[in-house]
């Protein structure tokens, strides 16, 4: 079974370093990107931006680069999202997802086909 | 930046209805658009992908149109397990950007 498995909630303070991470089974994982959406309370969806694990490329939205970091580690299948320094305002729920398409070829573009539970983080 | 635009952000509807939700893209995306589904305390998960294709073991009651700048999906006859909400999602800026809509509600009349 194709699965994506986040680690648990998280409370921190502002201010706090914080690493949450997404780890893929059931797949080749370097053959997809793993990408990061961010809930706020009662919100909608947020793009963050996206790893390729095969290379540990990262890609971010203008709104969160700089603010977040996205990395992953292959060995273990892991990918990571990263703050050095958290605010209140990242209080949220954070689901990884892999980037997959319908075929070889991708003719029909890209979606998000396999989602983590989300991970909670509350910064108070 | 490529902007996505729902209508409606919330939709009362009963059991049997049809209901057709729009997205609307702020410059030509050709057909990279998706269309998730998201029920509370659950992720979203997809629906529909490239404008029209449907996911393995969604339901055919569900179908989306479009092109360009304009999508619409269609769900033909509410069953009560449709009610949550919706998210548009363009997929013709990657890898980088895969733009949501706001998502729109649709709950029970």
């Known amino acids: 079974e194709v699965q994506l498995v986040q680690s648990g909630a998280e409370v921190k303070k502002p201010g706090e370093s914080l690493e949450i991470s997404c780890k893929g089974s059931g797949y080749t994982f370097t053959n997809y990107g793993i990408g990061w959406v961010r809930q706020m309370p009662g919100k909608g969806l947020e793009w963050m931006g996206i790893?390729?694990?095969?290379?540990?490329?990262?890609r971010y939205s203008p709104s969160f680069q700089g603010q977040v970091t996205i990395s992953a580690d292959k060995s273990i299948t892991t990918a990571y999202l990263q703050w050095s320094s958290l605010e209140a305002s990242d209080t949220a729920i954070y689901y990884c997802a892999r980037r997959g398409c319908n075929n070889s070829t991708c003719s029909r573009g890209y979606y998000l086909d396999v989602w983590g539970k989300g991970t909670t983080v509350t910064v108070s | 930046d490529i902007q996505m635009t729902q209508s409606p952000s919330s939709l009362s509807a009963s059991v049997g209805d049809r209901v057709t939700i729009t997205c609307r893209a702020s410059q030509s995306i050709s057909r990279y658009l998706n269309w998730y589904q998201q029920k509370p305390g659950e992720p979203p998960k997809v629906l529909i992908y490239?404008?029209?294709s449907l996911r393995s073991g969604v339901p055919s009651r569900f179908s989306g149109r479009g092109s360009g700048t304009e999508f619409t999906l269609t769900i033909s006859s509410l069953q009560p397990e449709d009610f949550a909400t919706y998210f548009c999602q363009q997929s013709y800026s990657t890898p980088a950007m895969f733009t949501f809509g706001q998502g729109t509600k649709l709950e029970i009349k």
């Open positions: 490239g404008v029209s």
């Open positions: 790893i390729f694990p095969a290379d540990s490329a990262a």
